[in-house]
């Protein structure tokens, strides 16, 4: 009876470590690619910046926080970056970035056909570059890095430096 009792408690340890380890991946995964959206923004012009960059996060809370914890922060050329949640793809035409992540990468498509996505960069997690985005985050060899479509990001009117086109795979 003792036994069972300690492998029970075995098994919870174990599985609250790999939930745990899941957690903190997501966590630093989020942190990755918000400091990549920052070079994004540093490496693209955009025609319409006044006095702040606006990042839309189409995603859950907790992604949601982790680019409000990391971008909000930061400035650009002496402009803030402002972060908001996203409900809807219409609000896409409010921002300079927009980032959807893996479970709601259907929503690429539907942001490019119902907002104005002019002088807007999306970028989505494992893919949508054929569905409009214009950066999609990719795993190579368990490293993050990321993919341009070039065609969709000069149909938006972002023009793209050469080093951060040198840099996508």
Request: aromatic residues 8%; hydrophobic residues 45%.
């Amino acid at each position: 009876m003792k036994t069972i009792k300690l492998t029970v408690v075995a098994l919870a340890l174990v599985l609250g470590l790999s939930v745990l380890n899941k957690t903190q991946a997501q966590a630093t995964m989020t942190q990755v690619e918000s400091l990549y959206i920052y070079n994004f923004i540093k490496n693209i012009q955009w025609s319409n910046v006044a006095d702040k960059y606006v990042v839309g996060v189409y995603a859950n809370d907790e992604t949601f926080d982790g680019f409000n914890k990391i971008l909000a922060v930061r400035k650009f050329n002496g402009k803030s970056i402002e972060i908001k949640k996203l409900s809807s793809p219409e609000q896409a035409s409010e921002c300079h970035v927009v980032f959807v992540d893996q479970s709601n990468g259907s929503m690429v498509k539907k942001i490019t056909t119902a907002a104005d996505t002019k002088n807007t960069l999306i970028v989505s997690e494992r893919g949508q570059l054929n569905n409009g985005a214009g950066i999609a985050f990719v795993l190579v060899n368990s490293k993050l890095q990321f993919k341009i479509n070039e065609e969709v990001c000069k149909a938006s009117g972002l023009q793209i430096s050469a080093s951060l086109l040198s840099l996508g795979v």
